[in-house]
């Protein structure tokens, strides 16, 4: 029966009232699930008690008791958590023995090698542990606002009922049943409800800061299935890191979709909203719903074809890992369609209803990071975020010249570009990277082994501080690699200062299966099959334009080479007398030469 209070009353019997009562308003709580060892009046090992709770898979462990000594009236609540170094105080190891020798008397014993039980027990609950003290303190200091507190700390002692493995658990003694005023307490309902809404509100408290606090504890939980939502909204942390994320994302799904015209706009730099527009193949209506499903995609259909991308997109991953952390609305239609249109919020099934439209799809992804504020507080300000997405968006124009590209901010125009005759095209390249990298610009275009090596690179007098001015695509992607942009430093081996760096934009063209982009979550870097062919092709190909005679590079030119006066430097020179003058680093503008137009 546990202790007896001087008017008869049963701890076992108020405890399991006061369980109870927990229990019913931990399950009133979203998310929350409340488990009762025990829910009537039998006697249950402590042993057993703590297998429940891991068979349960519980993440916390509350054990409710009512304390009694035998002289004296003591009376307050008090909180203890497991230690397996010895008692914190003579009370807690009295209490210990006192909650541990219940097994001896419904006939169990704890048995097993002293020494090896401690050492098993600090690998597997040291951590545990330490939530534990966390937690006790937490749902100590709520019980402090219902009534006395018997320690202001959470002692601790060898509790057999506390050694639960990996889940953090306190033992809490409500009240001194012994003390009559405090039986009284304990009789009382009303009192009873105060302590289980103590509990509650000390149990959520721990849970809220737990959250943001990153521990070892909490990486050694059970292996468990996460749902679809949780695992979008992960994903999404490596597909969405900002606003320029989605519209690089959206429109390459434009790109490959075989779009003539894109038009992007903007609100609050991305962070209110941003709309795609598109007149490529769009998505059929009954496609609609799939297409914002996780690994669901047209690019791909077995593992073969990850040996031959030739598309942006193919993991499928883009759409509902945004449509997971904003509100989204996509409408689509495909030729000789009607039309549909989706919206999901934050990751929930999309609500699918008819809307007619040409062919082409409309993409509108509004309050970025609304359900995870978190991620949002990492944000630049405003025109930091919008200068990144108008980047984005160049870097795609730059690659597609027989696509038409439009960008608005807050109802202004920022740029227009027409579309060409060509992929890679001059007037785009000029119209991005501007006047001053244009008319410096030497041409390249060679062919070796099934590689093509398309674009430009700047005359050696004109040269950068930093490689700002270095752009790379291969097969159409933008990315980085590290190999080519040695070779093309190698190329220009004794043409300029060993501190300055050469400009260019450069387009390699080679089969699907001698490069695999599936190496980077945001896919900017790549892996050659052959790296060495690649990056000796790329360093001859560069050289064979940059050493030729100065006075061929002049007349292509048209004789105008920025920055003449000032040998190794192709930015343009202070006057006299400032103090950048004559100085291989005075000079440099903002990259892609683009500093106007951002909203």
């Not at 950068?464 to 690699?481: E, K």
Request: charged fraction near 25%; hydrophobic fraction near 40%.
């Amino acid at each position: 029966p546990g202790a007896i209070g001087k008017r008869g009353t049963y701890e076992k019997t108020v405890v399991l009232l006061v369980a109870r009562e927990l229990a019913r308003l931990v399950n009133e709580q979203p998310g929350m699930h409340a488990y009762l060892t025990r829910r009537a009046d039998y006697y249950l090992p402590l042993r057993k008690r703590v297998e429940i709770a891991i068979e349960r898979q519980a993440d916390l462990f509350i054990s409710i008791h009512a304390d009694a000594v035998e002289r004296g009236s003591p009376t307050g609540a008090s909180v203890y958590a497991l230690s397996n170094r010895g008692a914190s105080s003579e009370m807690a190891r009295l209490l210990a023995n006192k909650e541990n020798a219940a097994d001896l008397a419904g006939g169990f014993t704890v048995s097993g090698d002293e020494v090896l039980s401690r050492v098993l027990l600090d690998l597997a609950t040291g951590d545990a542990l330490n939530e534990s003290l966390i937690l006790g303190q937490s749902v100590l200091g709520q019980l402090g606002r219902v009534g006395r507190l018997s320690r202001k700390q959470v002692e601790q002692a060898g509790f057999v009922v506390l050694k639960s493995r990996d889940i953090p658990a306190i033992l809490v003694e409500t009240a001194f049943i012994s003390t009559p005023s405090e039986e009284r307490k304990l009789r009382d309902a009303n009192y009873r409800n105060q302590l289980a809404r103590a509990i509650l509100e000390g149990i959520k408290r721990y849970v809220k800061e737990a959250d943001g606090r990153t521990t070892r504890f909490k990486k050694l939980r059970r292996i468990r299935a996460l749902d679809d939502r949780l695992v979008n909204q992960i994903a999404a942390g490596e597909v969405v890191e900002r606003p320029a994320s989605i519209v690089k994302e959206l429109v390459e799904n434009s790109v490959d979709a075989g779009a003539r015209r894109i038009a992007v706009e903007v609100e609050r730099g991305g962070l209110q909203s941003i709309q795609v527009e598109d007149d490529g193949s769009g998505i059929a209506a009954d496609e609609l719903a799939l297409a914002l499903t996780r690994h669901a995609t047209s690019k791909i259909e077995n593992a073969e074809d990850l040996h031959h991308i030739a598309s942006f997109g193919f993991r499928g991953e883009a759409l509902p890992s945004i449509a997971s952390v904003s509100r989204m609305t996509v409408f689509s239609a495909v030729a000789g369609e009607r039309g549909a249109q989706a919206r999901v919020e934050g990751g929930s099934m999309p609500e699918i209803e008819p809307r007619a439209r040409q062919p082409g799809t409309t993409m509108i992804v509004e309050d970025l990071f609304f359900n995870t504020p978190a991620r949002r507080k990492f944000l630049r300000a405003e025109s930091t975020e919008f200068a990144y997405l108008a980047t984005a968006l160049r870097r795609i124009a730059l690659a597609n010249g027989e696509i038409a590209f439009s960008l608005r901010h807050k109802g202004r125009k920022v740029f227009d570009l027409p579309a060409g005759s060509e992929t890679i095209s001059e007037p785009r390249m000029r119209a991005i990277l501007g006047d001053d990298f244009a008319n410096a610009a030497l041409p390249v275009d060679s062919e070796a082994n099934g590689m093509r090596l398309q674009g430009w690179v700047s005359v050696p007098r004109y040269s950068r501080s930093q490689r700002d001015q270095q752009h790379l695509y291969v097969n159409g992607r933008a990315v980085r690699d590290a190999s080519i942009a040695h070779a093309v430093r190698a190329a220009y081996r004794d043409l300029m200062y060993h501190d300055r760096h050469p400009a260019w934009c450069l387009f390699l063209t080679l089969p699907a299966d001698a490069v695999d982009v599936n190496v980077h979550p945001t896919k900017q870097e790549v892996r050659f099959r052959q790296q060495r062919d690649v990056h000796d092709f790329v360093r001859h190909a560069v050289s064979a334009v940059v050493t030729a005679p100065l006075s061929s590079q002049g007349s292509e030119l048209g004789g105008r080479l920025p920055g003449s006066g000032h040998p190794g430097s192709g930015e343009p020179q202070p006057p006299a007398g400032h103090p950048g003058y004559g100085h291989p680093g005075g000079g440099d503008r903002a990259p892609w030469g683009l500093a106007s137009g951002q909203g």
